[in-house]
């Protein structure tokens, strides 16, 4: 199977930061990479898919990069909004299609 | 509008059963295939089941292989997971998901909690 590594586990940023999320996979997986935001108490919800792809109605502050093994998740100003646990998610031709350990991403 | 709703989930014992639904409404259900993600309590999400649009196909993560069921009733617009010999480690919300090449739509999730 293939491993999913995002990191950092955790992070602490000021409002208007610009905050980075990576995440590793163990085979190339071209661009079958999607995020998702999730806030406490709340189901997830698409952010990007196909790597780069920003979902209808998403704000531009979020972007994705990358492709083959390593992607990046990006928050260009942070929110007050913006708190919520970040996951990525490997998704190709067929399942298993497993998530990342997950961001969490709080106001310093 | 799309909406995703969970239900069926409870407490049970060890070994147990329990038997999800997800009833869908507000788009043609049998042209999409669906999913079954977890979460348990202060954990990350887990994707743990699959299945293609017409219920030929059927995926789940080896964790649950041989004890969770997927299925779907097309002319019923809804999507079940039977939960047989339940783990203590299947205590989580399960939401079910729609697929579009990725889980565009969630349900608000069901609650299982499987405790002696």
């Known amino acids: 199977d293939i491993q999913m590594t995002q990191s950092p586990s955790s992070l602490s940023a000021s409002v208007g930061d610009r905050v980075t999320i990576t995440c590793q996979t163990s085979q190339d997986i071209s661009n079958y990479l999607n995020w998702y935001q999730q806030k406490p108490g709340h189901a997830p919800k698409l952010l990007i898919f196909d790597a780069s792809n920003l979902d209808t109605g998403v704000p531009s502050r979020f972007s994705g990069s990358g492709s083959g093994t390593l992607f990046t998740f990006t928050i260009n100003s942070l929110q007050p909004e913006d708190i919520a646990t970040y996951y990525c998610?490997?998704?190709?031709?067929?399942?298993?299609?497993?998530f990342g350990q997950g961001t969490k991403v709080e106001i310093k | 509008e799309v909406q995703l709703v969970e239900f069926g989930g409870g407490f049970v014992q060890p070994g147990g059963s329990l038997r999800l639904s997800c009833a869908a409404s507000g788009f043609t259900f049998s042209r999409f295939w669906m999913t079954w993600v977890r979460q348990a309590p202060g954990k990350g999400l887990e994707w743990v089941a699959t299945i293609k649009e017409d219920g030929s196909d059927k995926y789940y993560v080896d964790s649950v292989k041989g004890r969770f069921t997927i299925s779907r009733d097309n002319a019923k617009n809804s999507l079940y997971l039977q939960m047989n010999s339940l783990r203590v480690e299947d205590t989580a919300v399960y939401y079910c998901?729609?697929?579009?090449?990725?889980?565009?739509?969630w349900g608000q999730g069901t609650l299982v909690t499987v405790s002696s």
């Open positions: 998610q490997r998704y190709d031709n067929l399942p298993p299609w497993p």
């Open positions: 998901a729609r697929e579009s090449g990725y889980e565009d739509y």
